[in-house]
């Protein structure tokens, strides 16, 4: 994909996010903000009995790549075990997002769902 095409992307997640709201009953739910920006991004996940990601909504307020990032984050982790979502790193929800020249500041908006998801598994491993 192009630039441009990637960005068209973004923008169309931004105004259609996937996986958007709220679980309840849940699993777990974590909340953290960013603190560049104090953008907030609240993950809610339910497991199934294997620990796999049956079902996670998002819910949160930030810019077009933090919210981008969430609808595709959420979407990358359905099924995976809590062990596999300790795993991810950054730079996974960058590569989701398919933008390669990124500066330091939009790449923590990009990993902000990655480093919610993460801080809320840690709480169930
Ligand atoms: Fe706040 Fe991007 S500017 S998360």
Known sequence: ????????????????PLNHGELDP???????DNPLCGDV??????LDEDKKIKDIKW?????????????????????????????????DAVDLLGVSNLSMGRVKCATLPVVVLKGGAATVQ
């Open 59 to 91: 819910s949160g307020d930030g810019c077009a790549i933090s919210m981008a990032s969430a609808s595709l984050v959420t979407d990358h982790v359905k099924g995976m075990t809590i062990e596999e979502v300790m795993a991810l790193d950054g730079q």
């Open 41 to 46: 991004v609240r993950i809610d996940v339910l």
């Open 1 to 16: 994909m192009s630039a441009d095409m990637y960005r068209e992307m973004i923008l169309d997640l931004y105004e259609n």
């Open 26 to 32: 849940n699993t777990f739910s974590h909340e953290e």
